[in-house]
């Protein structure tokens, strides 16, 4: 079956559903667009705009007021570009936004771009001094991030250089994280670009040398936003790479990702030692049902944008992984996702080990739970539902009514993190504002 004959008949089922409740639609994308805008946007922007070094703060307290530590990391830099980059396009009337993706731009490529060697720096300090911690001197991962958001901000203001240089970070990778042999991408960099090579040296719990779902899926994001721009031959041969490596390798026979990798693919596993030790590697190791929700998004975005004839494979994959999220990682008292969990020795049922909700998956679980919805709307599952539970929850549990934002952490599971920081390196606009706007969009159609 083709695809599009296979989307059309989604299509017209979803309509048939949608319009039935067309008011309830409408309103929840006012919502969106009210927490996109004003609950989220503009309390970020422009408080987040450092004027005096360039680039964007980077610690942004509970209550909106800037904090004290502001080391610059190349993925949440790049973030604060994609997000302006695409309120400029929702938001048209506001001119500011590509202001402040601009203001970005300027700073990845005067101070963020190594000079020297190429690529982007992990981490500087807040006037552009880089700090080369070991093993992170460069990512593939924060080099991703760099490409989607310079991608992304050619796109808004057609700006040529930003695409120059887009082009050249996708280069950049393709000479020193490319892997020829067993294809994807190494994710650990030293300054020069060349890869770490893990050996005994390394602590176990380390993830530092190894390949990974993480970097993979989010430069297959990556290259979907600059293939759009960009439709380059190489930049489809390595998309397209990226999406059946992912599909068809880190993606398990059960339906979930794992996480970490030795440099033929093989998974990086302890399930054949005790519990003790499972738990010491839980990071290395575990199922991660935020990852398998986005992804399963991630995945058929790239599949649409190549115009693959087994988009429809692909979709079937992500459904199954969204399901397998809902049936082992999903509250069923108060709805949404949990941290991860763990199927331990031969056992068949997965067992829950962090029950904590994080803001990125349930934001990234707003996203593909419509998109579930819009094409398999009679499923048994009832993705709408889920939807409705889950926003309902994020409302409750995430979204600060006292000075807007989200809240890192859920509060049903951890209220004394009401206070933390609103943003961080590793927190700020793109999971959720994607979500939202991403969400308003599959409620249009």
């Given amino acids: 079956m083709k695809i599009r004959y296979f989307l059309g008949l989604m299509f017209l089922s979803v309509s048939t559903v949608f319009c039935q409740d067309n008011t309830s639609n409408e309103e929840f994308i006012a919502e969106m667009k009210t927490d996109a805008k004003e609950n989220l946007l503009d309390k970020w922007y422009p408080l987040a705009i450092d004027n005096e070094d360039g680039g964007y703060y980077s610690e942004i307290t509970y209550d909106f007021k800037l904090g004290e530590k502001h080391d610059k990391m190349i993925v949440t830099q790049a973030r604060h570009i994609w997000t302006n980059s695409v309120a400029a396009e929702v938001f048209p009337e506001n001119a500011n936004y590509l202001q402040y993706a601009e203001h970005g731009f300027k700073f990845l490529r005067d101070v963020m771009w190594d000079k020297e060697y190429g690529g982007f720096h992990n981490l500087v300090s807040k006037t552009g001094e880089p700090i080369a911690k070991k093993g992170e001197e460069k990512t593939a991962y924060g080099n991703a991030f760099g490409l989607y958001g310079l991608a992304a901000y050619a ?4 700006n040529k250089e930003a695409l120059e240089l887009a082009k050249k970070t996708f280069y950049w990778l393709e000479e020193h994280s490319h892997d020829s042999i067993s294809k994807g991408y190494y994710q650990s960099l030293n300054m020069d670009g060349s890869p770490i090579i893990r050996d005994s040296s390394f602590d176990s719990t380390s993830d530092v040398g190894y390949k990974d779902q993480n970097s993979s899926i989010h430069l297959l994001e990556a290259f979907t936003e600059l293939y759009k721009v960009w439709p380059d031959d190489l930049v489809a041969e390595r998309l397209e790479e990226l999406l059946l490596l992912i599909r068809d390798t880190i993606v398990s026979d059960k339906n979930y990702m794992n996480l970490f990798f030795e440099k033929d693919w093989t998974p990086v596993t302890f399930n054949d030692q005790s519990k003790e030790v499972i738990e010491k590697h839980y990071y290395l190791d575990h199922v991660s049902f935020g990852h398998d929700v986005e992804t399963a998004y991630l995945m058929l975005e790239a599949s649409e944008a190549l115009g693959r004839e087994d988009t429809e ?23 949404g996702f949990y941290d991860g969990g763990y199927y331990f020795g031969s056992d068949k049922n997965l067992t829950l080990v962090n029950k904590n909700k994080n803001w990125w998956s349930q934001a990234e679980g707003l996203n593909t739970l419509l998109i579930m919805d819009h094409y398999f709307p009679e499923d048994e599952h009832d993705y709408r539902s889920y939807f409705n539970k889950l926003w ?5 549990y995430f979204m600060d009514e006292r000075f807007g934002g989200w809240y890192e952490w859920g509060q049903d599971n951890k209220p004394e993190t009401k206070d933390d920081l609103k943003g961080h390196i590793w927190k700020a606009t793109y999971h959720n504002f994607r979500a939202l706007i991403n969400c308003m969009e599959t409620l249009k159609k």
């Fill in 313 to 335: 494979e692909t979709l079937v994959k992500g459904k199954k992984m969204v399901d397998h999220s809902l049936e082992n990682g999903w509250d069923p008292e108060l709805g």
């Fill in 155 to 158: 796109r808004a203001s057609e």
């Fill in 392 to 396: 309902e929850y994020t409302n409750t």
